[in-house]
T-cell receptor
Framework: NAGVTQTPKFQVLKTGQSMTLQCAQDMNHNSMYWYRQDPGMGLRLIYYSASEGTTDKGEVPNGYNVSRLNKREFSLRLESAAPSQTSVYFC?????????????FGPGTRLTVL | EDKVVQSPLSLVVHEGDTVTLNCSYEVTNFRSLLWYKQEKKAPTFLFMLTSSGIEKKSGRLSSILDKKELFSILNITATQTGDSAIYLCALTQGGYSTLTFGKGTMLLVSP
């Protein structure tokens, strides 16, 4: 039981390049989330998927797209990377019910855009 | 404006001290408040609080919620260097599954 996994762990991009961050969970959770974390800013929600087949914008969606590929996988795409997207990206998932408020996080992807 | 405000933003204590971290909030349709610990990697879950006045406890860590005054505290007694981390407070509202995080408190426990 690996929990939430993310790939890659590190990535360096040039401005204008594109890339996709991958996330998968093996806990049979319905909901999945993408956050970014910047120094002194806490965690900010980019996009989330409350259930398979649905996605919604979070607090900071501009410059990103997401795909809920199936119940296990939720990917985040940067179409044209900008230096402002340099950050640590976390994927998380949660199950159903009141106990489902507890989100479980992946190990993160550290992205640098030059 | 910020919905979840944590204080202090950072503090340094000596091993063995007791610390109290604060989280205040201002939201509608409050459902639950969660505390996470973040060391070098991903946040790990500590507590979830939904009812006022009921203390949650795990070893040297404890937390309580006051829904009337809209805040929660996280206490750590007999601190150890391994308690050094960022402590994050987050909450859920209404029927939504999303978490709204505070900026976190960075705790450094010196030997």
């Amino acid at each position: 039981n690996a929990g939430v996994t993310q790939t890659p762990k590190f990535q360096v991009l040039k401005t204008g390049q594109s890339m996709t961050l991958q996330c998968a969970q093996d806990m049979n959770h319905n909901s999945m989330y993408w956050y970014r974390q910047d120094p002194g800013m806490g965690l900010r929600l980019i996009y989330y998927s409350a259930s398979e087949g649905t996605t919604d914008k979070g607090e900071v969606p501009n410059g990103y797209n997401v795909s809920r590929l199936n119940k296990r996988e939720f990917s985040l795409r940067l179409e044209s990377a900008a230096p402002s997207q340099t950050s640590v990206y976390f994927c998380a998932s949660t199950g159903a019910g009141l106990g489902g408020d507890t989100q479980y996080f992946g190990p993160g992807t550290r992205l640098t855009v030059l | 404006e910020d919905k979840v405000v944590q204080s202090p933003l950072s503090l340094v204590v000596h091993e063995g001290d007791t610390v109290t971290l604060n989280c205040s909030y201002e939201v509608t349709n409050f459902r639950s408040l969660l505390w996470y610990k973040q060391e070098k990697k991903a946040p790990t879950f500590l507590f979830m609080l939904t009812s006022s006045g009921i203390e949650k406890k795990s070893g040297r860590l404890s937390s309580i919620l006051d829904k009337k005054e809209l805040f929660s505290i996280l206490n750590i007694t007999a601190t150890q260097t391994g308690d050094s981390a960022i402590y994050l407070c987050a909450l859920t509202q209404g029927g939504y599954s999303t978490l709204t995080f505070g900026k976190g408190t960075m705790l450094l426990v010196s030997p």
